[in-house]
């Protein structure tokens, strides 16, 4: 196919295309925008469709969109294909007229070219951006080209203010003080003539000015009390109270909600400032206190509740700012000056006990208070409503700004807002229970208790408390579900923080109660979420709950059946494994039926990721507590361990599968044919690395360890293959794991059945530094060469040998014995003392050498892994540690994986060894070899207290 120019008609019949409703004209579209779009004038020509009198509406969108995603390719000078000085003057010349565009989708989409472009333009290379739209601004006859003008300085504004370089700041600033003078005084005008005909005409500029207002104040000033910025602040604040007045006499109803977005846009520009500048703003709290409370409570009901939302917020951030509170600087011991005792002063002048009460009544009555949809919520998704109010995120969910400001409040203010709260509950129990408000109203005091529980600490008696809650529950009401739960919540919060501990076995007996089928399954869900937090408590003791335990499980199934959302079983899932982890290996009995349900809830689950990472948890936690009838679980786990491994697209529960993978493996009792076959699954993960690294060489290892015939001789190659690639790659901690994979092959099968090792000893011996940079790698090269001579010191030489390098030996001895401190275990030191002595033996030339620090390590050795008995006789501690063969050691641990590693220690050579008898064989076969004149020579060189403990060893 022949290159293609780029031209308007080209470019036009290729937008008009990618418009098109025929899927084969819009492929074919796109084909040859990805064609034109690295030739130089294509995106000027783009830049001219969206701006075109005669082009239609659809295409002027595609074209701006399409001019919008070069514009974010090839903008960047360093970009590839990126666009000539000559195109991009062109487009910032023809994108300056954008505001002639009547179409919003297209303004809109050009709207987003500008702030790209002035992200990487604006001013250095875009000087005449701002000065253009100003013009257009002060000379226009249209009122909506003005209006998109402001838009368009606003867009730049927001984009320049996000920018966090140094010189980006400094240009922020600069042009800041060139254009806020003209905004400022912009916004006074549009404000004037709103005030004198309130129309979205002159509503809308405000706004925007407003809004490119709050960005400079907030990011283009260093200093806030210079004149111009403070003039402008206390503009906007001397005229917020009567803006908010102003709005309450408007009926227009759009109008209205053009006024609210302005307030809102206030409210931003006070929290702003006061969290930037926290000090300066301090002389103007209480004009923005006196603000803030209007617009949250007493003119609340004819607003819109984001804006109150908001204004709750800025009180909150009043309240919680240490320069207007002397009691948390002396608390942080900081300097309280003369200042920030004003501010405080004036706080709390404002917040005085009979307007704290007012507040905390009405966020109580008003924005806690269950609303008609809550409740119509509660009857027809009751599973989305049980776990609703723990998503309220955002900063303009009334509920949740309402909680915060409470929480402050009390925190603040504790000495009056807590005793009033222990008040308000104590009313509660005058009040009708037949009634919905005045139980709607209970239920919202109840709430309080749990968002501010450890402010009410010392003001609740929380066991006296709870006898009335319990009679309270049993009360047969029209509305006694809305209560139920939240005293179950009440409950569930309580417990975890001041209820005694002989009251924790009525709380399981009340959750389990009200978790019977009986009952609302949004009480049954928020009494499973109770338990589940009793039974979390740093206090909970394990057999005081044994009583509950199969009651608990049977109504945990129960609920798991009858819930439809995957939601609702991940927490009763939760539930289910904090009891696991409460309770360990007293649920064992009771954990049939939940084993029976997993696959189910597996198949139900296909859609659902953190579902099914919830079922594998669970799994793992029950593998734990079954021990070795984790083989229970097999049926369960060899399919979903297929899947996770070789199947998930995505990965996601990678992570999940090869931990319950591992757990599966230490307490499998015997090797099976599935853990074999899983093992070819584990090689693409080897090449993964990053986290489940750690985890699969654990793998390995313990599967060697299961079942060392059938693993090694088929797999053996493989790991070792694997092993040889990682290696080099790997540091620290993997290095080891590496390490004790090779220990596992050398110590499980008899030496005929070994694989090629070679490659792997290779790599572990090229790099010497590799003993003296991590103590662990250290020790565990160490080991391996200690077993390769004891098990056959002619592979050893063969293995030395065929580096071609005579000092080889020599080296490793030197770092070997020099190195030796860094062992840890008597087992370490006594293995290196067997293994340096046989290789002594068998080439006596090494001594030579190294005869005063062998000597030395000889005698570290004996020193560490032998004691004197009380009769004054020296023995071997670790011959008396396995000594007994039902010693703890071997038999002990809490998993079958342990008692194999304990087995397999107590046969090592070492546990058979007695070091004394050894050392005193071992050296009258050296003298011999050496010659009684040569060793004398080379004694005469060690330390005299080294050679008096060894002649006292060897006495």
């Avoid at 008609?372 to 109010?389: D, K, M, T, Y």
């Avoid at 059946?561 to 904090?578: A, H, P, Q, T, Y």
Wanted: glycine share 4%.
């Amino acid at each position: 196919m022949e290159e293609q120019e780029c031209t308007v008609e080209l470019t036009t019949q290729a937008v008009m295309a990618a418009c098109s409703p025929d899927y084969t004209q819009v492929k074919q579209a796109e084909r040859i925008i990805h064609k034109l779009e690295v030739k130089p004038g294509f995106h000027p020509i783009l830049a001219e469709m969206s701006l075109g009198a005669n082009v239609p509406d659809d295409a002027k969108r595609m074209a701006a969109i399409c001019l919008k995603n070069g514009v974010t390719k090839f903008w960047r000078s360093m970009s590839p294909n990126a666009l000539c000085k000559e195109d991009k003057e062109r487009i910032k010349e023809i994108i300056l007229g954008a505001h002639n565009v009547e179409k919003k989708e297209v303004f809109d989409q050009l709207l987003e070219v500008v702030g790209k472009v002035s992200r990487y333009d604006f001013p250095r290379n875009w000087p005449n951006f701002i000065p253009s739209l100003l013009q257009v601004i002060g000379n226009s006859p249209s009122e909506d080209q003005k209006i998109r003008a402001l838009t368009m300085i606003y867009k730049v504004v927001k984009m320049l203010s996000t920018k966090r370089l140094s010189a980006d700041k400094k240009g922020f600033r600069e042009t800041t003080e060139a254009i806020f003078p003209i905004i400022g005084q912009l916004w006074e005008n549009y404000l004037r003539l709103f005030n004198s005909q309130p129309t979205l005409a002159y509503l809308q500029p405000s706004c925007i000015c407003l809004k490119i207002i709050r960005s400079m104040l907030t990011y283009g000033f260093e200093d806030m009390s210079v004149q111009l910025p403070k003039s402008c602040l206390e503009a906007v604040l001397n005229m917020c109270v009567s803006q908010l007045e102003h709005r309450l006499t408007i009926s227009d109803q759009a109008v209205c909600q053009l006024y609210d977005k302005y307030l809102l846009v206030i409210i931003k520009v006070m929290i702003n400032v006061q969290e930037k500048f926290p000090e300066f703003y301090g002389q103007y709290i209480l004009v923005t206190l006196d603000f803030a409370y209007k617009v949250g409570f007493q003119y609340a009901e004819l607003l819109e509740m984001r804006l109150v939302a908001r204004a709750l917020h800025l009180l909150s951030g009043i309240m919680l700012c240490e320069t207007y509170d002397v009691f948390k600087l002396n608390n942080r011991g900081k300097n309280v000056s003369s200042i920030s005792i004003k501010f405080t002063e004036d706080r709390n002048s404002f917040f005085t006990a009979e307007r704290l009460k007012d507040m905390c009544v009405k966020c109580i009555s008003k924005y806690l208070k269950m609303s008609e949809f809550e409740l119509r919520n509660w009857q027809e998704s009751p599973e989305e409503f049980a776990f609703e109010e723990t998503r309220h995120v955002s900063l303009f969910n009334i509920k949740a700004a309402s909680e915060h400001f409470l929480l402050n409040m009390t925190a603040t203010f504790q000495e009056i807002v807590c005793p009033y709260i222990v008040e308000l509950i104590k009313e509660c129990a005058q009040h009708d229970r037949s009634n919905m408000e005045t139980v709607l109203m209970i239920d919202s005091i109840y709430s309080v208790t749990v968002t501010c529980s450890y402010d009410l600490f010392d003001h609740i008696d929380i066991d006296g408390w709870f006898a009335t809650l319990v009679q309270e529950l049993a009360q047969e009401t029209p509305y006694c579900s809305i209560l139920r739960r939240r005293i179950l919540e009440v409950i569930g919060r309580w417990v975890t923080i001041k209820l005694s501990q002989d009251k924790h076995t009525a709380v399981y007996e009340v959750c389990l109660q009200y978790m019977s089928g009986s009952q609302d399954l949004v009480v049954r869900l928020t009494a499973a979420s109770a338990l589940k937090a009793a039974v979390s408590d740093f206090a909970f003791y394990p057999p005081s709950y044994s009583p509950y335990l199969e009651v608990t499980m049977q109504q945990l199934y129960t609920l798991l059946r009858e819930v439809e959302e995957c939601e609702s079983r991940v927490k009763i899932l939760e539930v289910v494994n904090s009891i696991i982890d409460g309770c360990g290996k007293q649920i064992v009995d009771f954990v049939d039926p939940l084993i029976g349900w997993l696959p189910g809830l597996w198949g139900v689950a296909t859609d659902h990721a953190m579902l099914q990472s919830q079922l594998l948890t669970t799994a793992r936690k029950l593998s734990r507590c079954l021990g070795s009838m984790s083989v229970k679980l097999y049926g369960f786990t060899d399919p979903v361990l297929k899947y996770v491994l070789t199947q998930d697209p995505e990965m996601i529960l990678l992570e999940d599968g090869i931990t319950l993978w591992l757990q599966l493996l230490e307490n499998a009792p015997c090797g099976t044919p599935s853990f074999v076959q899983m093992f070819e699954w584990l090689y693409p993960l080897l090449q993964l690395g990053s986290d489940s690294l750690k985890t699969s060489l654990l793998i390995i290892e313990c599967t060697i360890l299961l079942d060392p015939p059938a693993i090694i001789s088929r797999y053996g190659a493989g790991i070792v293959s694997a092993c040889v690639t990682l290696y080099p790659e790997v540091v620290g901690e993997a290095k080891v794991l590496i390490n004790n994979i090779l220990l596992a092959i050398i110590k499980t099968v008899p030496r005929d059945q070994w694989p090629d090792l070679t490659p792997l000893l290779h790599v572990l011996l090229k790099n010497l530094d590799e003993f003296s940079d991590y103590s662990k790698v250290l020790t565990t090269n160490i080991n391996v060469l200690c077993y390769l001579i004891l098990l056959d010191l002619t592979y050893f030489n063969n293995l030395i040998a065929s580096f071609n390098n005579k000092n080889l030996l020599k080296n490793i001895l030197e770092i070997w014995t020099s190195k030796a401190e860094h062992f840890y275990q008597m087992e370490q030191h006594k293995l290196s003392l067997i293994a340096l002595l046989t290789l002594s033996t068998f080439n006596p030339e090494i001594v030579s050498h190294h005869f005063v620090s062998i000597m030395n390590l000889i005698e570290r050795a004996v020193r560490k892994c032998t004691d004197v008995d009380d009769k004054g006789n020296r023995f071997d501690c670790i011959l008396r540690k396995h000594s007994s063969p039902g010693d703890d050691f071997i038999t002990g641990g809490e998993t079958e994986d342990y008692k194999r590693r304990g087995i397999l220690e107590a046969a090592d050579l070492i546990a058979k060894i007695d070091t004394i008898t050894f050392l005193r064989a071992k050296f009258a076969e050296l003298q011999r070899a050496v010659g009684p004149e040569l060793f004398t020579k080379l004694s005469s060189g060690v330390d005299r207290e080294v050679t008096d403990k060894l002649s006292s060893y060897l006495a």
